[in-house]
């Protein structure tokens, strides 16, 4: 390691991944997809590249590209906070929230994916951590699953021994309680039962799904039961929910006063925080701070290659959300990527940065932004 390193070069890239499910699409209470798309950031200094990504549009990449590749080019490879600072900055008028964030997120973590390979270390071990692992829980469960391939895929994450799964639920409650019989019957009772309606319903049925999914099936996580931009929404199904379901909301926030808004006054049991949308690592601190002065669990939301080193430093840590998509989606894209052993994702002490290597001849069936320069 050089001293006063600097980022020489950056490049950016996007791929997209269409979905394995029924049809080739995916649904859940509110959205329909067909396909899932990573812009990846690579970083060099010193000699040694890093990388880092988000999951978003293929306009994030012309972002990062006209707006942040001028304010990396030059800057301290180790010091991470110094250039989000100066990004953040620079993205003012261009906004912040939403695909601002995103794009900085991208790249911060792939400075710190950089950063930790010059000093020879995870990245876990370049941070403040509280922990060496990271529990997880299995989610997918989409709405248009069959009965079959739903109690198929929930219930092959609880024989891995992950204790906690995730379904979607609310695009047609009459729908629900068939697929949660399945779910239920399929993982047994022992298994931790989570519901995430996307922000599908209205307050007031919102209550109403709370107390059955309690009640009949044992569910005690109910995530985005109303949209998160309703806040009071969320205060009255939290407050009006049984004991033993927690409502919990925040993969949606961009800069700090999204988590702000969500705890003061609390709305959510749980918070969540996504680290390729929330300003990645460095942004991830400041919610970890705020979740710690309000005495509130911090859960993470997807990309577990990256979350998996991230949430290490999080000291209010409940767990990962160990999605089904962007869990086949880096697996097709890199090598180095985690397999939960005994319901934890735990990040390799002897593989630098996040331990990940690009698999460059397989990603470029998916290319949709950049140049392949390996």
């Not at 990573?38 to 890093?50: A, I, K, P, Q, S």
């Not at 990396?72 to 991470?80: E, I």
């Not at 929930?154 to 949660?180: E, H, Y």
């Not at 702000?260 to 400041?286: E, F, K, S």
């Amino acid at each position: 390691m050089k001293p006063h390193t600097t980022v020489d070069a950056v490049r950016v890239h996007a791929f997209k991944v269409p979905t394995d499910g029924p049809g080739g699409r995916e649904q859940d209470g509110t959205l329909e997809w067909d396909a899932t798309t990573m812009v990846l950031v690579e970083v060099d200094g010193g000699g040694t590249t890093g990388i880092g990504y988000t999951y978003g549009d293929v306009t994030v990449a012309s972002f990062i590209e006209s707006t942040l590749v001028p304010v990396l080019t030059g800057c301290d490879a180790l010091a991470p906070p110094a250039a989000w600072h100066s990004m953040f900055t620079a993205i003012r008028n261009a906004g912040r929230p939403g695909v601002g964030a995103m794009a900085v997120s991208a790249a911060d973590t792939a400075l710190w994916d950089l950063k930790a390979r010059l000093l020879g270390l995870p990245v876990f071990q370049t941070l403040p951590a509280f922990h060496d692992r990271v529990p997880v829980y299995g989610s997918g469960g989409f709405t248009n699953y069959p009965l079959d391939r739903l109690a198929e895929q929930l219930s092959g994450w609880a024989g891995q021994g992950i204790g906690r799964v995730k379904l979607k639920t609310s695009r047609d409650p009459g729908q629900d309680p068939a697929r949660l019989d399945a779910v239920r019957k399929a993982v047994g009772d022992d298994c931790e039962l989570f519901t995430d309606a996307n922000g599908a319903l209205s307050a007031k049925d919102a209550v109403y799904w709370a107390h059955r999914f309690a009640e009949q099936w044992g569910v005690t996580w109910f995530e985005e039961p109303v949209s998160s931009d309703d806040l009071e929404g969320l205060r009255s199904v939290r407050e009006k929910a049984p004991g033993g379901i927690e409502v919990a909301a925040g993969e949606y926030g961009f800069v700090l006063r999204d988590f702000a808004g969500l705890v003061t006054p609390r709305a959510v049991d749980c918070l969540q925080a996504d680290v390729t949308r929330c300003g990645g690592i460095t942004g991830l601190l400041h919610v970890s701070g705020l979740a710690a002065a309000h005495h509130i669990d911090l859960s993470a939301h997807c990309a577990p290659a990256l979350s998996a080193h991230a949430f290490c430093a999080v000291d209010r840590l409940r767990h990962l959300e160990y999605f089904h998509d962007h869990v086949r989606f880096e697996r097709l894209l890199f090598e180095g990527t985690l397999d939960p052993e005994g319901g934890a994702l735990r990040p390799d002490p002897g593989r630098p940065g996040f331990g990940l290597d690009v698999r460059w001849a397989d990603a470029e069936r998916y290319r949709t932004y950049g140049t392949n320069t390996h």
